[in-house]
């Protein structure tokens, strides 16, 4: 069965930094794989996806990921983070046909420190 | 604007009682989806449906029963709440077989 692992629940970085947020899928065939983000009291928005093709895609609001098949991973990633991207990121796989149904990791809650 | 709506936002209600969580989309997509969300959980897939007259089960075996009679709207049901069914409920709606849109979410209390 697909699987998506967050390993860090809570990461704090200090506004400007460089982030990073890891993503591990268990998944038989090449994935779809998806990045969202959810404010509070909000409902999810998605940051950008993969499907094929260029193993670095680019997202909304400065958000990039990278898919590497041999590490199952899929690591969002931003150079300079701001206040406003204080929030919790999901990790996804599309699993059944065409990726259809998506598969969550639990999500990491993002800290921006001033 | 196309979108994707859901009502109530917050619910607090009693043991016993049934409840309906409304779901509706502006943007003519034919499939849409119910998931469960627990503080500090992931997400799980309770029903989806992939047109009119089409409804299935999820991932999470889930008390709840959905209809789809209308494209646009498709309401989550609970006959009679319980505690356990506190929890955050979302809605999302696709078109493309990838590409999932999500509501702001219902919160539920069950006292």
């Known amino acids: 069965a697909q699987s998506v692992t967050q390993p860090d629940i809570h990461i704090t970085v200090s506004e400007g930094a460089s982030l990073e947020l890891r993503c591990n899928y268990s998944y038989g065939a090449t994935p779809y794989l998806f990045w969202y983000v959810q404010s509070p009291g909000q409902g999810l928005q998605l940051l950008l996806k993969y499907f094929s093709g260029d193993t670095l895609v680019q997202g909304i609001k400065g958000f990039e990921a990278e898919f590497k098949r041999s590490q199952s991973s899929f690591n969002l990633r931003k150079p300079s983070v701001h206040w406003s991207d204080a929030a919790e990121y999901f990790c996804a796989v599309g699993s059944g046909e065409y990726g259809n149904k998506l598969v969550f990791g639990a999500g990491t809650i993002l800290r921006v420190k001033s | 604007e196309a979108d994707i709506y859901q009502t109530p936002r917050y619910l607090v209600i009693g043991t016993g009682k049934k409840i309906t969580l409304e779901c509706s989309q502006t943007m003519g997509h034919d499939k849409m989806y119910w998931y469960q969300q627990d503080p500090g959980m992931e997400l799980h897939l309770i029903h989806y449906?992939?047109?009119?007259?089409?409804?299935e089960k999820g991932d999470l075996s889930s008390e709840s029963t959905v209809s789809r009679i209308r494209t646009e709207h498709f309401p989550l049901t609970l006959e009679s709440a319980r505690p356990s069914h506190t929890s955050q409920y979302l809605c999302?709606?696709?078109?493309?077989?990838?590409?999932?849109?999500f509501g702001p979410g219902t919160r539920l209390t069950v006292t």
């Open positions: 999302a709606s696709s078109n493309s077989p990838y590409e999932q849109y």
């Open positions: 449906s992939y047109g009119v007259n089409s409804t």
